[in-house]
């Protein structure tokens, strides 16, 4: 993977990857909230994707990230909390094992910080409450086969 950023004007910049382009404009959102938007993003497209593979549909599905970083430099992130929301037509057991294949196996973006960043998770699924600030079993990673995905681009 390769990005290039080339600076525009002010604090504008651009993104250019291999098939795209994009304009960062930090006074708008800063590099931190691009990296938190490409984290809970990794996840949602796991989510779409396990649902597929399973014959499933997801719809309504929200993904809220609320971060705890140091006060001081470097300010960091330190917690992670992801409160997942969405509809399916699948069962409560299998929704939630999305949510967690995601997050211990397939999201790139996780998976790159979880070792030094405390990450936790809520699912609300169908409108009910089905798991409440559980943590990653996370470490170094526990394999959690789910079978074969399209998963977040990398």
Request: proline share 3%; glycine share 4%; hydrophobic share 40%.
């Amino acid at each position: 993977m390769k990005v290039t950023i080339t600076h525009k004007e002010d604090m504008k910049f651009e993104a250019k990857t291999a098939n795209s382009s994009f304009t960062i404009n930090v006074p708008e959102v800063s590099p931190l909230e691009y990296f938190l938007a490409g984290i809970i993003t990794c996840s949602a497209t796991d989510i779409v994707s396990l649902s597929k593979n399973q014959n499933k549909t997801v719809s309504n599905l929200v993904i809220e990230g609320d971060v705890v970083r140091n006060i001081d430099f470097p300010k960091k992130f330190n917690e992670l909390f992801l409160n997942f929301s969405f509809d399916s037509d699948a069962d409560d057991t299998m929704a939630a094992r999305w949510v967690m294949a995601s997050l211990e196996t397939y999201c790139s973006t996780i998976n790159t910080i979880r070792d030094s960043v405390r990450i936790s998770y809520s699912i609300t699924h169908n409108s009910k409450l089905i798991r409440e600030n559980e943590n990653m079993i996370s470490g170094s990673g526990v394999k959690i086969d789910m079978g074969e995905i399209e998963a977040c681009p990398s």
